[in-house]
């Protein structure tokens, strides 16, 4: 997906430990997301940025952090990793006054 | 609980016939809709969008149809192809108190196309 992405593409991790999935942009986009997808649930907002140190709480943000200190990363953290978190994460981003978001290729994590 | 749905989490079709996506929706203030196709080990793709002070929006072989008296969303495929094969989800913009708006998505519908 250009201008996006995501990293790792795939983790596998233990219960109890912390983890930290990277959304690089190069698109100098203002707005940042991410989103788990179960099946069943379709795609859940977690957390979101509106600017550098400027996020806030989705949906299903319980368990999770963010942190966005540059325009063109926005961190998603896992304090302590548990098999309900094992899902695949995606990070999207959009323009101020653009309702078309552009999502990543995701990352899938497995909590074991 | 979600506010955007899906009728069928299913959907089988013959190569060349139209396919038509449904999708509900319950809140009153959403001002836009998008639809995404969403292929297997991808992530979403932007297919087309509808504001709501429209009903109808055409685009390269897709249609979206916004009926807001009841609340609806559907999109159509014209000639449907073997690549139009993919997870179709619907999304709403909600804006929060905070100013800043954020997409709530449906579950989806798997769509399948039969050559």
């Known amino acids: 997906d250009a201008g996006i992405t995501q990293s790792p593409r795939h983790k596998v991790t233990e219960t109890g430990t912390p983890v930290t999935l990277r959304c690089h942009q190069t698109e100098n986009h203002r707005y940042m997301y991410w989103y788990r997808q179960d099946p069943g649930h379709g795609l859940r907002l977690i957390h979101y940025?509106?600017?550098?140190?400027?996020?806030d709480k989705g949906e299903v943000s319980d368990g999770y952090s963010v942190s966005r200190s540059k325009t063109e990363d926005f961190l998603l953290t896992l304090e302590s990793a548990t098999s309900s978190q094992t899902s695949v994460y995606f990070c999207a981003i959009r323009e101020q006054g653009d309702f078309g978001y552009t999502f990543g290729s995701g990352t899938r994590l497995t909590v074991v | 609980g979600e506010s955007v749905g899906l009728h069928l989490p299913t959907l089988s079709v013959q190569e060349g016939d139209n396919s038509i996506i449904n999708c509900a929706y319950s809140n009153s203030a959403s001002d836009y809709f998008i639809w995404y196709k969403q292929e297997s080990g991808k992530g979403p793709q932007f297919i087309i969008d509808i504001r709501s002070n429209m009903d109808k929006r055409q685009g390269q072989r897709v249609t979206v149809l916004l009926n807001k008296t009841v609340k609806h969303l559907s999109l159509q495929i014209a000639a449907t192809q073997p690549g139009d094969s993919a997870v179709y989800f619907c999304a709403e913009n909600i804006g929060s108190k905070g100013g800043s708006e954020k997409l709530v998505f449906g579950k989806g519908t798997k769509l399948t196309v039969n050559p």
């Open positions: 940025s509106y600017g550098v140190k400027d996020t």
